[in-house]
């Protein structure tokens, strides 16, 4: 429910049960509620000197099911709560080209799988600057968060059930190989920082050329909380960890882009990345991954209806299996059809070759996609969600419908 009717609040509210992939979760409840006020459309003084401001709260309580959780080796049965409290306190102050964003969130003692059962309060904080400004922009952002984990059901673990959001603050890249070691954010806790700058480099200039120029360039670290070496017991009240304390590198992305029209049909987008991976941190198992990457692509516009698209990728390393690259053509024809055919090559320690060739067909809310070949184990990201995809060889069909 939503509720607007006084100008500058909104009110919403929910409530009901959550669906777990094809089955309802009869076993909680989840209710919440929102406000949020726009000060500055009240204060006609301070929006009126070029200052805006808003204010907003949340309240999540989720209401689960008692669980028979026992400690190992001892007689013991876990008292878990039956419901958990979730607050969050946020706040946006903006002044011209200039933001101001912060946010606190509290968790309430939830002891889950994910934390080993422990009562420990979670909480998380985000703070978030940014100046845009005819054709260039500054974006800095840091985020702490501990024991933030908040799921339908807390015995299940892995991509599902949860209640919360919690995406990775890092860039979510669309090229195949700068998403060869994706980063998830740590469940358990972690210190975040991200970076980005963009300037647009108009026509005319010397830069710019003849048709502009975008460059873009982000870094994004992720840190650890600093933990003791001996996890806590079940049943105990967790570790507590100094605010501004971090403990070791998990993950590092340092990339820069140039986007170039060189011709009014021809655009080329070049693209290098230094990354840092901890596979054992991140994934449970591995050596740390130290990694340079580099991309070409080039669109071509041979009519309205017609586009080529190729794209060319590096990746050198010491580290796991070694040197990829990658090389794909796709030819778009406008608005039903699109053929592509790619390869990516482990040069470094397999060499083998992982060929895909398909063709993708749509018409109104129906589209199907038929590919051949072969593909590589590992983690499959879109929109920011990851999965495992094992290794396969053979024909795919798909069909997706959208209502």
């Not at 049960?17 to 989840?30: N, P």
């Not at 054992?280 to 050596?287: K, L, R």
Request: glycine content about 10%.
């Amino acid at each position: 429910m939503r509720w607007t009717s006084v100008e500058g609040l909104t009110l919403k509210a929910l409530g009901g049960v959550q669906r777990r992939y094809w089955h309802w979760d009869t076993g909680s409840w989840i209710t919440g509620a929102d406000v949020e006020g726009d000060i500055s459309r009240w204060w006609s003084r301070l929006r009126e000197s070029g200052w805006g401001w808003k204010l907003g709260a949340g309240w999540i309580l989720h209401r689960e099911d008692d669980h028979d959780i026992m400690v190992p080796g001892k007689d013991l049965r876990l008292n878990l709560p039956r419901t958990v409290n979730a607050l969050d306190a946020r706040t946006r102050l903006s002044y011209k080209s200039f933001a101001l964003y912060g946010e606190f969130a509290w968790k309430g003692q939830d002891p889950s799988f994910d934390n080993g059962y422990t009562y420990k309060h979670g909480n998380a904080a985000m703070l978030s600057l940014s100046w845009m400004k005819s054709g260039k922009s500054l974006m800095i952002q840091a985020r702490r968060a501990d024991n933030m984990v908040f799921r339908q059901d807390r015995t299940i673990s892995g991509n599902s059930g949860f209640i919360n959001n919690l995406a990775p603050f890092t860039t979510q890249h669309s090229y195949t190989l700068p998403s060869f070691y994706p980063y998830a954010t740590q469940l358990a806790g972690e210190w975040a920082y991200q970076a980005e700058a963009a300037i647009n480099f108009k026509r005319g200039t010397a830069m710019g050329g003849r048709y502009g120029t975008r460059f873009r360039l982000n870094a994004s670290l992720s840190y650890s909380l600093p933990r003791p070496d001996k996890s806590m017991p079940m049943g105990s009240d967790g570790v507590t960890c100094p605010f501004f304390e971090a403990g070791k590198l998990l993950y590092r992305d340092v990339n820069v882009m140039m986007e170039k029209r060189l011709t009014k049909p021809f655009t080329l987008t070049l693209m290098y990345m230094n990354q840092f991976f901890d596979k054992a941190a991140i994934q449970g198992e591995g050596d740390k991954v130290n990694a340079n990457i580099f991309v070409a692509e080039g669109r071509w516009t041979i009519t309205p209806r017609t586009i080529l698209r190729g794209e060319l990728q590096y990746l050198t390393t010491n580290d796991d299996e070694g040197d990829w690259l990658y090389a794909m053509a796709e030819l778009t024809l406008t608005p039903h059809w699109s053929f592509a055919v790619s390869d990516l090559w482990n040069c470094g320690e397999t060499k083998i070759h992982y060929y895909q060739a398909g063709v993708t067909g749509s018409y109104g809310a129906n589209r199907f996609n038929v590919s051949y070949g072969r593909t590589r184990a590992g983690y499959n990201c879109s929109g920011g969600v990851c999965r495992w995809v094992p290794a396969t060889r053979g024909l795919t069909l798909s069909y997706n419908y959208s209502f």
